[in-house]
């Protein structure tokens, strides 16, 4: 069983920029694909961003492409979530998940067998 842990929210101006992280423990995330999803208040838990086991596969919801990038260190045990040209829209709790399937990038957050806590990111206009 993995533990993910979340950080890197914080409060930022419609323009800026976050890096998010995600730290494995308890095992090695390469055993994993990884997502990132957000939840704002009111709305459902919606997908990201998703990155296969060696980092040659990913996929990103419309909402965010061009504007994020997903990655992965497999070596440090972690995930990140570079978040640049930020919107208020993309006000929300951020969550990191892992898939078992390894080889799999989903959009589907029923795939995802493990989460973090979250961290919150808000984006002021």
């Known amino acids: 069983q993995v533990q993910l842990v979340e950080s890197g929210g914080g409060l930022v101006q419609a323009g800026g920029s976050l890096r998010l992280s995600c730290a494995g423990s308890g095992r090695t995330l390469s055993f994993y694909a990884m997502g990132w999803f957000r939840q704002a208040p009111g709305n459902e838990r919606e997908f990201v961003a998703a990155i296969a086991w060696s980092g040659g596969s990913t996929y990103y919801a419309d909402s965010v492409k061009g504007r994020f990038t997903i990655s992965r260190d497999n070596a440090k045990n972690m995930v990140y979530l570079q978040m640049n040209s930020l919107k208020s829209e993309d006000t929300a709790v951020y969550y990191c998940?892992?898939?078992?399937?390894?080889?799999?990038?989903?959009?589907?957050?029923?795939?995802?067998?493990?989460w973090g806590q979250g961290t919150q990111v808000t984006v002021s206009s």
């Open positions: 998940a892992a898939n078992r399937v390894r080889t799999v990038v989903s959009v589907n957050p029923n795939d995802y067998n493990y």
